[in-house]
Antibody, heavy 122, light 108 residues
Framework: QVQLVQSGAEVKKPGASVKVSCKAS????????MHWVRQAPGQGLEWMGW????????NYAQKFQDRVTMTRDTSISTAYMELSRLRSDDTAVYYC???????????????WGQGTLVTVSS | SYVLTQPPSVSVAPGKTARITCGGN??????VQWYQQKPGQAPVLAIY???DRPSGIPERFSGSNSGDTATLTISRVEAGDEADYYC???????????FGGGTKLTVL
């Protein structure tokens, strides 16, 4: 069965960087785009970008364009999202989510990681 | 940027029908997804491509999309349907994904 298992909670100081991992299993990792989404406490969902695990190509939300880097390691079926220059308002749960359909970022996101809480505090 | 507008809350009695709307400029020309999120859990895909249901989602869940409004309809509502629901589209011109603000469904 498809599983996305994310790394554990992080506490960071303002100005630092955080790197969240998303380990995939149960399917061909390179066949399906991965999106990253975050949710601040008590707030809605916010799209951050996607990565094509096959090519490494990315598409970032304009809001995060200069601070986010999405990468992958196909040898261990893991996607990464790194956010730099952290601020207190980056405190949120960060999710990876896999698209249902093969070789496209479009359509529904049928599989989600469990979420990783990133707390930014001095 | 493209804005999706959802009512903050919808209340419905058990066994009745809940309708959650998602408004956007000419949203009928876009493909809409709906996600259900229960407290402390990751979102779950409920509807994709306007009206398709993933495996495991009850037939009570349906979707429609026309004009400036997409609608998620939940028939014969159960207590277990109580959750936050988010609509989502891909905005062509920006090549960005957009979520609505979410609707809290309360089962009375």
């Amino acid at each position: 069965q498809v599983q996305l298992v994310q790394s554990g909670a992080e506490v960071k100081k303002p100005g630092a960087s955080v790197k969240v991992s998303c380990k995939a299993s149960g399917y061909t990792f390179t066949g399906y785009y991965m999106h990253w989404v975050r949710q601040a406490p008590g707030q809605g969902l916010e799209w951050m970008g996607w990565i094509n695990p096959n090519s490494g190509g990315t598409n970032y939300a304009q809001k995060f364009q200069d601070r986010v880097t999405m990468t992958r390691d196909t040898s261990i079926s893991t996607a990464y999202m790194e956010l730099s220059r952290l601020r207190s308002d980056d405190t949120a749960v960060y999710y990876c989510a896999r698209v249902l359909a093969v070789h496209t970022p479009m359509g529904g996101w049928g599989y989600w990681g469990q979420g990783t809480l990133v707390t930014v505090s001095s | 940027s493209y804005v999706l507008t959802q009512p903050p809350s919808v209340s419905v009695a058990p066994g009745k029908t809940a309708r959650i709307t998602c408004g956007g400029n000419n949203i009928g020309s876009k493909s809409v997804q709906w996600y259900q999120q229960k407290p402390g859990q990751a979102p779950v895909l409920a509807i994709y491509y306007d009206s398709d249901r993933p495996s495991g989602i009850p037939e009570r869940f349906s979707g429609s999309n026309s004009g400036d409004t997409a609608t998620l309809t939940i028939s014969r509502v159960e207590a277990g349907d109580e959750a936050d629901y988010y609509c989502q589209v891909w905005h062509t011109s920006s090549d960005h994904w957009v979520f609505g603000g979410g609707t809290k469904l309360t089962v009375l």
